[in-house]
């Protein structure tokens, strides 16, 4: 059975700091990762979409690498800024492409 | 290009009433899921629609819950009779097909069950 989790629960990191956050998966059989934002009282929206086949992406201040073997990601955030403030989330498919989510970590930029 | 829409945005009730959450996926894409997201956990599929077919609803606690997808589009959850236990967010993505697309999500409904 397919278990995510991420470490740290939470983090909290002065303005312009670099930041990673992680996440590990037990099954490496997975067609993609995909890492999200969700901010209080949202729905998610997705940051980057890492297939199996990839090692990373990168959207602007943010990159995501993908250790399908290791079971491992981490989503590095450059010169973080107090609106990065939110709830990060990463989720794995496999099976019938169902997503297994993280319990996310919770990050403050303070300014 | 619209997102997916949810509706209520809020929701109380008191337990052993019966509620229904409604969504309508982005236009065009065939799969769509709902997803439970207990405060403080990440998101757990309930359902997973490819059209109108249900693909996965191994974790829906079916004594209670239902769901449809009738014409393929929109779709319909409902809890009857609510438990304590199912304060929560419900969440609806859509994604274009099931394999390895991205998924898109509603902003969600906020239930709570007094």
């Known amino acids: 059975k397919q278990e995510v989790t991420q470490i740290p629960a939470a983090l909290s990191v002065p303005e312009g700091e670099n930041l990673v956050l992680n996440c590990s998966f037990t099954?490496?059989?997975?067609?993609?990762l995909q890492w999200f934002r969700q901010d209080p009282g949202k729905g998610l929206t997705s940051l980057l979409l890492?297939?199996?086949?990839?090692r990373e992406q990168t959207s602007g201040r943010l990159n995501a690498s993908l250790d399908k073997s290791s079971g491992r990601s981490t989503l590095y955030i450059a010169a973080s800024q107090p609106g990065d403030s939110a709830t990060y989330l990463c989720?794995?498919?496999?099976?019938?492409?169902?997503?297994?989510f993280g319990t996310g970590t919770r990050l403050k930029v303070l300014a | 290009e619209a997102g997916v829409a949810q509706s209520p945005r809020y929701k109380i009730i008191e337990k052993r009433q019966s509620v229904a959450f409604w969504c309508n996926p982005i236009?065009?894409?065939?799969?769509l899921y709902w997803y439970q997201q207990i405060l403080g956990q990440g998101p757990k599929l309930l359902i997973q629609f490819q059209n109108n077919g249900v693909v996965d609803d191994s974790q829906l606690p079916k004594d209670r819950f239902s769901a449809e997808r009738l014409k393929g589009v929109d779709s319909t959850l409902k809890i009857q009779p609510a438990k304590l236990e199912d304060s929560a967010v419900y969440l609806c993505?859509?994604?274009?097909?099931?394999?390895?697309?991205?998924?898109?999500f509603g902003d969600g409904t906020r239930l709570s069950i007094l």
């Open positions: 890492i297939q199996s086949s990839q």
């Open positions: 993505a859509s994604s274009l097909q099931a394999s390895a697309q991205p998924q898109h």
């Open positions: 099954d490496s059989a997975i067609y993609n």
């Open positions: 989720a794995v498919t496999s099976g019938t492409y169902k997503y297994i």
């Open positions: 236009s065009g894409h065939a799969t």
